[in-house]
């Protein structure tokens, strides 16, 4: 089952990891990623988004997902990177919406230049694509109230599993806690309200981790959050 078990069954913790995969494609020039976006594999553009989570970070990022970084970086192009850099893949219902915006912003860009910005050699964009290796925990939780000891102890790869990849997994695109809890009908209403309005992408997984440790035992237990 892809989820949490629905309705008042248990909730089956899962983890993931994440293996890079090259896609060959690479553009050295503004105009080079137009015509890449325009076809790559929509798991590309979803790894250039949300794959920055599960790598390790040494320091806080400038920018929150692969383009924006190349076009400051490789492209030397900071208000293309400005505009990039505020996407947030949320927004949009799907990936192909978000490849369209990319596309606008993009070409919005090349017909401001007088010139095709282009990067050096050793500062390429190599489009990635992603796949997802899942590990079941074996662990069960029967009752919402669980979540509260539960959601502390989750790895950083569980958080990204249930509260993030599962959007493009549930039939209504919400995160597994909320599919599990809506079993219940409207019992968890508050509370599926507020994981509703947590932002799964500019925090780090660590924080999005003790931001829903604290909503969870706010909710069951009353605790100050």
């Not at 893949?89 to 090349?110: K, N, S, Y």
Request: aromatic share 12%; charged share 30%.
């Amino acid at each position: 089952m892809n989820q949490a078990e629905t309705a008042f069954d248990s909730f089956a913790i899962k983890d993931c990891a994440v293996v890079a995969i090259a896609t060959g494609r690479r553009a050295l020039n503004l105009r080079e990623l137009r015509e890449h976006l325009a076809s790559v594999d929509p798991d590309s553009i979803y790894h250039h988004f949300w794959g920055g989570l599960l790598r390790p970070r040494f320091d806080d990022p400038e920018f929150n997902n692969d383009f924006a970084a190349w076009a400051y970086r490789g492209l030397n192009e900071g208000k293309l990177a400005e505009r990039l850099g505020v996407i947030d893949p949320t927004d949009f219902p799907d990936l192909e919406d978000l490849r369209r915006e990319l596309i606008d912003i993009v070409e919005e860009r090349l017909e401001e230049s007088d010139v095709v910005p282009w990067a050096p050699h050793d500062r390429q964009f190599n489009f990635i694509t992603t796949h997802m290796v899942v590990f079941d925990t074996h662990k069960r939780l029967k009752d919402p109230k669980e979540l509260v000891v539960a959601v502390p102890h989750l790895s950083l790869g569980s958080i990204f599993y249930h509260f993030i990849d599962a959007r493009r997994r549930t039939p209504n695109n919400i995160d597994d806690f909320r599919s599990w809890l809506q079993g219940y009908g409207d019992f968890h209403e508050k509370l599926i309200q507020q994981l509703a309005s947590v932002d799964p992408f500019f925090p780090t997984l660590a924080e999005l981790r003790d931001e829903l440790s604290a909503m969870f035992k706010n909710y069951f237990e009353g605790a100050p959050s």
